[in-house]
């Protein structure tokens, strides 16, 4: 077996700094007290992470569904899938309607008018798009869509989110909008909504989220032991308790290529392979 030259270097990008820290102080402090010897590195964008990945700056990168998808793509059988949260596994991406917009299926949506999120959003438009336009609804033709202002963050990258979408289909901006489902709870909490109060019009078919993605770097070694440290993590344990909180999971548990098939295709049928992460 070959011995590691340097600690196992995992990336991710650090849109909240403060919780970032946080968060990968208690991941290096694990997996070096279990025999692991790592280290962490913070990037400003997904672009610069997954380019130290692909240059082997990076072993594994903690990465959003794009990124991700983006590694898979372009070194097929390089990059690979190691795991994810349990709460990253067969999530939906939904379109809402206010309850008295009379909307009920795709049909009612016709003419109307459909809030998205920005066109490199894999949630918000890729993948919603994607399998609308299987089940016969044309974004371009089938609605009116509406055009929301998008929001510079810290990290100089514009989004218009899912609280964005849901506040213009509150406000009758908007007719219906796409959000990803995780965030309903929340957001029918932040409008004092009742669950009747909206209508789900759609759903995609189930997809994963965020993964843990290796890079050329990784030995077959070191990510079989990866995993399974990972996956090993107790959420009962004081000193990783927090840190599983702050990063919505209760597990984490080993994932595969799969999961991210349908937004590879997205991908490719948007052409983007390779032009943002």
């Not at 569904?65 to 899938?81: D, F, I, K, N, Y």
């Amino acid at each position: 077996m070959t011995q590691r030259q340097r600690p196992l270097m995992i990336g991710a990008t650090a849109a909240d700094p403060k919780r970032a820290v946080f968060i990968w102080n208690a991941i290096r402090k694990y997996f070096n007290e279990a025999g692991l010897e790592t280290e962490y590195a913070l990037y400003s964008t997904y672009d610069a992470l997954c380019g130290a990945v692909l240059d082997g700056h990076v072993d594994i990168a903690w990465n959003a569904p794009m990124a991700h998808a983006q590694l898979l793509l372009q070194s097929p059988g390089t990059c690979r899938t190691l795991a994810m949260r349990d709460t990253d596994e067969d999530v939906h991406s939904l379109i809402v309607a206010r309850a008295d917009a009379a909307i009920a299926d795709l049909d009612d949506l016709r003419g109307r008018r459909l809030a998205l999120g920005v066109d490199i959003s894999s949630e918000l438009f890729l993948l919603p798009t994607a399998q609308l336009a299987e089940d016969g609804f044309d974004i371009t033709s089938d609605c009116e869509l509406v055009e929301l202002e998008a929001t510079e963050y810290s990290n100089l990258q514009r989004w218009v989110d899912d609280r964005a979408i849901f506040g213009a289909v509150m406000d009758g901006r908007a007719d219906a909008g796409v959000i990803f489902e995780p965030w309903l709870g929340y957001l029918l909490r932040r409008h004092e909504l009742a669950p009747d109060d909206i209508v789900e019009v759609w759903r995609t078919r189930p997809y994963c989220h965020c993964a843990y993605t290796s890079g050329p770097s990784l030995s077959e070694t070191d990510s079989k032991r990866f995993v399974e440290l990972l996956v090993a993590m107790d959420p009962e344990d004081p000193d990783i308790a927090e840190m599983m909180r702050m990063e919505h999971l209760t597990k984490w548990v080993r994932a595969t290529d799969d999961g991210w098939s349908d937004l590879m295709g997205a991908v490719r049928k948007a052409d983007l392979v390779g032009k943002i992460f």
